[in-house]
Structures are given as C-alpha cells and as structure tokens.
C-alpha cells in the first residue's frame, strides 16, 4: 500500500518537474536545453531518492549521490552545473539537504520552481 502511495507521489513529482522545467524562463530556459537539461541529486541511504534517482537515471539524466559535506560537493561539481552551464537541478532529499541546497543556490540568484513535502521526511524539489 504505502508503495503504491510513493509510487504516485514519485509521478506526480515528476509530472510537475517536466512542466516546471518547460516552462522557465525562456533564457535560463536555451541555456538548460542546449547544457542538457537537468541533475539530480539524492541519498544513497534513502529508498525513495534512491527510487526517483534510478527513474531519472532511466531517462539519461545525470545523477549525483549526496556525500557528508553538500557544501563541498555544491563547490566542486553541482555549482559548476547550475550556475555556470544552466542545468536545472532537482532531488527528493531530506529536509537539511534541500534547505543547504536551496541556499547554496539562492547565493547565485537561482530560486526553487517546485517544492512539496511527499512525507514527514522527505522534500521534493526543482531548483
């Protein structure tokens, strides 16, 4: 049952990721499509992010597992991606891991499109 329910939160989710993702702005918009689209980032340690990560994956988007410093890894690979060549990035992560995401983002002007709290645990979200 609860699989079921996750299933649906897992489509939904990406359902809205695909429109948000059309429907930026048409600059940052070019910039994405001709960088590639988009990341994903997620928790090794979480079966629901791991889930939308091997779904995303399926569909040749790039994925990066969450390490224990997001600061560093926002610094020397996912900063490099978003800001620098237009990627959009999204995940189903933790609360600390989209709030520290979230953050590093918005010090470059770049503000979430989408974000839902699925479960008491879990935030999806489209920066």
């Given amino acids: 049952m609860m699989d079921d329910v996750l299933s649906l939160q897992r489509r939904g989710f990406l359902q809205v990721g ?4 059309a429907t930026v702005a048409p600059g940052r918009a070019m910039a994405a499509r001709s960088a590639g689209g988009s990341v994903v980032v997620y928790r090794a340690d979480d079966a629901a992010s791991v889930a939308f990560a091997a779904a995303m994956r399926a569909q040749a988007v790039p994925t990066f597992a969450l390490g224990d410093d997001v600061v560093r890894q926002w610094r020397d690979e996912l900063q490099a991606l978003v800001v620098g060549q ?9 609360y600390a891991d989209w709030f520290m995401l979230r953050g590093l983002a918005a010090e470059h002007r770049i503000f979430p499109q989408l974000e ?5 645990h879990s935030f999806d979200w489209v920066i």
């Fill in 116 to 120: 839902q709290q699925p479960g008491p």
């Fill in 86 to 94: 237009g990627y959009r990035m999204m995940g189903r992560t933790g």
């Fill in 18 to 21: 695909a429109v948000v993702l």
